[in-house]
T-cell receptor, first 115, second 113 residues
Framework: DAGVIQSPRHEVTEMGQEVTLRCKPISGHDYLFWYRQTMMRGLELLIYFNNNVPIDDSGMPEDRFSAKMPNASFSTLKIQPSEPRDSAVYFC?????????????FGPGTRLLVL | AQTVTQSQPEMSVQEAETVTLSCTYDTSESDYYLFWYKQPPSRQMILVIRQEAYKQQNATENRFSVNFQKAAKSFSLKISDSQLGDAAMYFCAYGNQGGKLIFGQGTELSVKP
């Protein structure tokens, strides 16, 4: 299995630009999670999906952030407009059926730098 | 709300020696999972070991083992025969009934040759 795939691996953009991060979960996994990692706040859950439906988006910092999962094999996290404080590593993770408390498998992350 | 605390920001161990990383958590739930993840400089999050709260037996994976004390809400990780490749940031995580993972702040482990 290829594992969780994220793209791009690195993104540098200017303040005010739109940023789209992409994730392909492991085939057959029903849960998909988006995390953000910063030095100040550590690893924090932004949103997660079950069977393509958003279950909990309470971690999404503000309206500039949005996430979608149009099908079982693809999800996006969009930031519009981006700000320097959005600079972080963004991880996507997936877990199998019965995802509640199942092991989450992480992608390699997208390192975002907003200038 | 659940919280996870790792009180050791940094730890150091001599190669081939044993080291224990500490983790405590706070919850009112009785059914949950606990995890240790490793994050090397590549930033990839790698599962090291997991423990189901309903199991009394401590989980073991090769050189990695845990000391799970449910009443004390403690979940420490022991690394035996430390290797240079064990150097990384280690995160303790709590998995709640809603499917969320709540992470501690991490412990950076260095291994001295």
């Amino acid at each position: 299995d290829a594992g969780v795939i994220q793209s791009p691996r690195h993104e540098v953009t200017e303040m005010g630009q739109e940023v789209t991060l992409r994730c392909k979960p492991i085939s057959g996994h029903d849960y998909l999670f988006w995390y953000r990692q910063t030095m100040m706040r550590g690893l924090e859950l932004l949103i997660y999906f079950n069977n393509n439906v958003p279950i909990d988006d309470s971690g999404m910092p503000e309206d500039r952030f949005s996430a979608k999962m149009p099908n079982a094999s693809f999800s996006t996290l969009k930031i519009q407009p981006s700000e320097p404080r959005d600079s972080a590593v963004y991880f996507c993770a997936s877990s199998p059926l019965g995802g509640r408390m199942e092991t989450q498998y992480f992608g390699p992350g997208t390192r975002l730098l907003v200038l | 709300a659940q919280t996870v605390t790792q009180s050791q920001p940094e730890m150091s161990v001599q190669e081939a020696e044993t080291v224990t990383l500490s983790c405590t958590y706070d919850t009112s739930e009785s059914d949950y999972y606990l995890f240790w993840y490793k994050q090397p400089p590549s930033r990839q999050m790698i599962l090291v070991i997991r423990q189901e709260a309903y199991k009394q037996q401590n989980a073991t994976e090769n050189r990695f083992s845990v000391n799970f004390q449910k009443a004390a809400k403690s979940f420490s990780l022991k690394i035996s025969d430390s290797q240079l490749g064990d150097a990384a940031m280690y995160f303790c995580a709590y998995g709640n009934q809603g499917g969320k993972l709540i992470f501690g702040q991490g412990t950076e482990l260095s291994v001295k040759p």
